[in-house]
Each structure stands twice: as structure tokens, then as C-alpha cells.
């Protein structure tokens, strides 16, 4: 996947859900310009996205690009603590995705109801030893792309 | 799409650090950035210099490491950044004991996404692949890089493979022939056959057979397919290609096996019909 910047347009529409009226988005291809972020040294997630309101605050990054959770986890914990360290507002993270792999199923729990906070299993395969899954102690949140449509009703 | 390594269950963290600091001096390309040791409630960004001691530090600083924390290894790739995980024995289950991932720059002149874009493109040559794993053979369960997620269960999905027993070669045989014997009825007669054997048992019959392996490896080769012997590797540039060979190894070494074998519901009525009420 190139990420020309049309192309990284005409996706955020299927990336970024309607959980409240979008005010700006700057998409990953831009943060070296704005952030100073090296996009060829530390991984990165796909959009910073500032919303006039939602439930849980106005600013979000958000990862969409690849398949499965586990590693989109691992693009935006990078992205969390460059933004982090440049002192960047982030209220909350969210990953979208079309469905949880097999091997997601064996390490993470999502609820059915999308847009809540993901958890993670450790050491053992049983819901005891769940836990939130976090970044820079905020909840991750999840939300399938197929939900998108339900969230504007 | 990303290299998932299952090492030994017996070995230690040392061994899993020297496999890992070994993997770095081989593909010099991989260029390590910030390592971090990661336990669940703390986070340690381990020091290294980049003198002379670079990988002897490493490696000392990583020995002792408990085996439940994870390991990350942020690296750059060419011009992609990348993150190579030292899993602890939970995820190490369902992800590997080794993971590496490739990803992309997010920019305009982005080439490589993934691991396997690397292979593809030649950027990582599966040659030198194939030969770091022969070299770490003892410590090596198996390796792979899968087409997508679900790769692991299904070997048409699975198109860089290195696994230390050769049997595995034609177990991943009778694996597609289960796969694609749901949609086809033709295929499906002929695994109702196969069924009823030991996979191992037959799988390690046919590999052993210098022929027979010799022929499934002119197979290959004829569907664009690398398989190779020492251990077991196979290479497929595409996943039509090596749907195709597994298709021709189905008719020209399982079905001439199993031709004249009889369907073992029909043996079964034949003898029930025979029972005097």
C-alpha cells in the first residue's frame, strides 16, 4: 500500500468512525511536516483525528491499516509515545478492524458492543486473568468498520 | 504477513537472546534502534553501545531477563520501521517465540508493508533465510511467514516456510487435501480414504522414500514452487502457484496411492449386509 496522499483521502472515510462530528484530521502521511514525527524510523498509526465532542474527549489516534489487532497495537503504541513526548493531546486510542483473527481470539477480548474498552488476556486462557488493555494507562478502543453505519443512527 | 519463529520449548532465555542477537548480525539490514523489556506493569528501555561490544552488551544485558517479560527490538529496515519481539511463553504460544514485523512508512515512496513484501521484492533473500535457520537448526522448532493472519492453520497460506522435520513436509500435503476436499467431492472421496491413516505414519513413509520426495520436489520446481530437503523449506511467490502444486502432488502421488484402497464406508456395509439377522 502506497500512501499517496489521495489515497490516504479517499480511505479515511472507511477509517475514521462517526463517533462525533469531525473537526480536523491529520493523516499519518502529514505528521512528519507538522510533528516532526520520522515516519521511516518509528511506526506509526494512521490518523490524529480532533472531534468537536465525543463521550470520551475530542482527540484520537487512530489505526486502520492492517489485519489483524495485534499488530495494529504495535503501530499505535509507537505513535502513542512520540505523541507523548512531544507533549501532543491524546485523549483516547482506537483501533478499527474488520474482524479478530484466530490468534487474536487467544489473546484479546473485545466486547460484541464495539467502541469499548479492549482487554487482553495474560498467562492463561480464561477470563480471570483478563485485564484492560492499555497504553500510556488510557483504555484502547475497538470498533469493527461494520458498526460505522449503526453509530450515525 | 510477518516471520513467526517457534524455537524449542527447552531452551532458555539465553538461548532465545543469542538466536535473537544472532538474527541481527546475519541481516545487517535489520538495524537496532531502542530495545525495551516489557513486563506487565513496567516498561525497561535496556541500554546498548554501538561500539565494538554492541551485540556482547546486548546479549549480556538480556541474559537474565525473567522469561515472562517480552522483549521489543525496534529496528529499522532500509527505510521502514520495524519491531522484532521476544515473546515470553504465553504469546510466545500463539505468536511465536520470535516475531518480525515490517511495516510501512506511511509515505509516498513507501515500497515494503510487510515482511513478506521484503522477501518478495529481494530485499530479504529467503536463500540467506534458509540458510540462518539450517545454522540454528538445534534450537529451531519452525518458521514461517503467512499470507494473511490465519496462515499458521492453513499452508496455502503459509508462502515462506522452514520447519526442522521433513515429515511436516507432506503432513502440510494432507492438511490441503483436507482443505480443499470441503468444496470439492471428487477430493473428498479421496481423503475419505487418506483419513483413516496416521497422518505422522504416512507423512513420514512418503518422506522417507527418496523417489517419491525427489518427484514432489520436480512438482515444485515445475509450479514455480521452491522445496528444498535438509529440514523442510518451501518458497512460493504466489499463493496460486503453490495452490497448484499442492493440487498436483494430490494426483499424482496421494490418488495413485490410494486408488485400489476401498472406501472404508463401503467395507463396512459390505461386511454389515453379511450378518445373518
Not at chain 2, 493472519?149 to 499452508?155: A, S, T
Not at chain 2, 513413509?205 to 525427489?214: A, G, M
Not at chain 2, 512438482?219 to 499442492?246: M, Q, T
Request: glycine share 2%; hydrophobic share 35%.
Amino acid at each position: 500500500m502506497v500512501e499517496r496522499p489521495e489515497d490516504a483521502h479517499r480511505r479515511a472515510p472507511d477509517d475514521i468512525p462517526p463517533i462525533g462530528n469531525i473537526k480536523s484530521v491529520c493523516h499519518a502521511y502529514e505528521w512528519e511536516k507538522k510533528f516532526g514525527y520520522p515516519l521511516g524510523k518509528i511506526r506509526a498509526a494512521d490518523y490524529y483525528v480532533e472531534y468537536s465532542h465525543t463521550a470520551f474527549g475530542s482527540h484520537w489516534l487512530i489505526e486502520a491499516s492492517r489485519s489483524h489487532l495485534h499488530s495494529q497495537l504495535k503501530q499505535l503504541c509507537a505513535s502513542a509515545e512520540f505523541f507523548a513526548s512531544k507533549k501532543i493531546q491524546v485523549d483516547n486510542y482506537l483501533v478499527v478492524l474488520d474482524e479478530l483473527s484466530r490468534r487474536d481470539k487467544q489473546k484479546y477480548r473485545t466486547s460484541e458492543i464495539t467502541l469499548k474498552p479492549l482487554k487482553q488476556i495474560q498467562e492463561k486462557l480464561d477470563n480471570e486473568n483478563t485485564r484492560e488493555y492499555k497504553i500510556r494507562n488510557k483504555a484502547v478502543f475497538l470498533i469493527y468498520r461494520r458498526d460505522f453505519e449503526r453509530l450515525k443512527k | 504477513m510477518s516471520l513467526h519463529i517457534y524455537l524449542i520449548k527447552s531452551g532458555t532465555r539465553k538461548n532465545e537472546v543469542d538466536f535473537v542477537t544472532s538474527f541481527f548480525q546475519n541481516f545487517k539490514e535489520f538495524k537496532i534502534q531502542t530495545v525495551k523489556k516489557i513486563l506487565p506493569d513496567d516498561v525497561q528501555l535496556i541500554s546498548f553501545d554501538e561500539k565494538n561490544t554492541y551485540f556482547e552488551n546486548l546479549a549480556n544485558n538480556l541474559y537474565d531477563s525473567e522469561k515472562s517479560a517480552k522483549i521489543e527490538f525496534d529496528f529499522v529496515f532500509r527505510e521502514n520501521p520495524g519491531l522484532l519481539t521476544l515473546n515470553n511463553p504465553f504469546d510466545g504460544n500463539i505468536f511465536g517465540t520470535i516475531e518480525v514485523e515490517i511495516f510501512s512508512n506511511k509515505t509516498e515512496n513507501n515500497k515494503v508493508n510487510t515482511f513478506f513484501d521484503a522477501i518478495c521484492q529481494n530485499l530479504i533473500k529467503k536463500e540467506e533465510l534458509d540458510v540462518f535457520f539450517a545454522i540454528h537448526k538445534p534450537l529451531l522448532s519452525r518458521a514461517y511467514v503467512d499470507l494473511i493472519e490465519e496462515g499458521e492453520e492453513n499452508p496455502l497460506d503459509c508462502l515462506y516456510e522452514y520447519d526442522s522435520k521433513g515429515i511436516q513436509f507432506f503432513i502440510k500435503l494432507l492438511k490441503v487435501l483436507e482443505i480443499l476436499a470441503e468444496e470439492n467431492t471428487e477430493l473428498n472421496e479421496l481423503y475419505e480414504k487418506v483419513r483413516g491413516n496416521d497422518k505422522n505414519y504416512l507423512s513420514s513413509k512418503l518422506w522417507k522414500d527418496e523417489r517419491i520426495r525427489n518427484y514432489a520436489f520436480a512438482l515444485a520446481e515445475r509450479n514455480n514452487v521452491v522445496a528444498l530437503e535438509g529440514s523442510f523449506k518451501l518458497y512460493a511467490d504466489n499463493p496460486e502457484e503453490l495452490k497448484a502444486f499442492y493440487e498436483s502432488m494430490i494426483k499424482q502421488i496421494l490418488e495413485p496411492i490410494f486408488d485400489d484402497v476401498p472406501l472404508i464406508d463401503d467395507k463396512i456395509k459390505k461386511v454389515s449386509s453379511k450378518i445373518k439377522n
